[in-house]
């Protein structure tokens, strides 16, 4: 399922990694209050979840999701902790099934005009150009969208 529709009032994204639980629902409120609608929490730490379900559970408001998701088996754990979307840096197609069995909106990651076409097919406007920086960043999106224009 494309996260396009879920994220669509959201212009920017925070992107979070957190170590300590008793963070996360301060910050979130915080986002919240600054007019931020949504935040990706990273898988990059052992307390992830943990963070996702508290703010999941104490700021409804907002719209957690859960980021660095990199196999298929992560996709009933993220949403069991209330994430309501995932984000990974690549996408596979057991991940890219998984996430669609589970209705879970989802951003695949992809960095050249392959894998975008190749997400399109799959039905995903949203992805995540990654890694950016090291892919050419501003320049090389300005370069995909003349042709994906859609995307």
């Known amino acids: 399922m494309d996260a396009s529709k879920l994220l669509a ?8 990694v957190l170590d300590d639980v008793e963070f996360a629902v301060p910050l979130a409120e915080v986002f919240l209050e600054a007019g931020l609608p949504a935040i ?4 990059r730490t052992e307390s992830a979840l943990a963070c996702v379900e508290r703010i999941a559970k104490a ?25 309501r979307f995932a984000v990974s840096p690549g996408h596979s ?27 399109r097919e799959w039905g995903y406007s949203l992805v995540k ?6 892919a050419g960043g501003l320049k090389m999106i300005q370069a995909l969208s003349a042709p994906l224009p859609e995307t």
């Open 129 to 134: 150009f990654f890694p950016a920086e090291l």
């Open 59 to 83: 700021v409804p408001d907002l719209v957690v999701g859960a980021g660095s998701v990199r196999d298929r088996e992560q996709i009933p754990a993220v949403i069991d902790a209330g994430a």
């Open 93 to 119: 197609n057991s991940l890219c099934v998984a996430a669609m069995d589970h209705k879970l909106p989802f951003v695949p990651g992809a960095v050249t005009a392959s894998e975008v076409l190749a997400l």
């Open 40 to 43: 990706e929490i990273t898988l």
């Open 9 to 16: 009032e959201a212009r920017v994204v925070p992107v979070v």
